[in-house]
């Protein structure tokens, strides 16, 4: 049964943009691991500064894995160091994080839907 990750990230208006690029310098790492199915940060539109980090897995060892892995240390290790070397702390902007909060939610999928193929 696949399962769902979220991770919420609650981020400040002048570091949407910083949070953004970041998460585009670290794409392709997570592609590639196994039982990995699907990616996506969604920005705040309006009435919330929460961006969400959601990724749907195979299964729970499969996201474990993942977190264990090294490309996943590289990805976190290589935002801080670009960050460093703009003066911005541990990677994170003005001496702190890009997210001035996180919490990871979790699901399984139980249902879902996609668009019918055209008959062709």
Aim: glycine share 12%; charged share 30%; aromatic share 10%.
């Amino acid at each position: 049964m696949s399962v769902v990750k979220i991770n919420v990230l609650t981020v400040s208006e002048e570091m949407r943009t910083e949070l953004e690029r970041r998460f585009g310098g670290r794409a392709g790492l997570v592609e590639s691991a196994d039982g990995f199915e699907h990616f996506e940060l969604l920005r705040p539109v309006e009435g919330t500064d929460r961006y969400l980090v959601y990724t749907k897995w195979r299964d729970e060892q499969s996201f474990q894995k993942w977190t264990e892995s090294q490309d996943f240390r590289r990805g976190h290790a290589e935002a801080a160091k670009d960050a460093a070397q703009q003066g911005r702390g541990h990677g994170h902007g003005h001496g702190g994080p890009a997210a001035m909060g996180a919490e990871l939610w979790s699901f399984e999928v139980i249902q879902s839907a996609a668009p019918k193929p055209a008959d062709g």
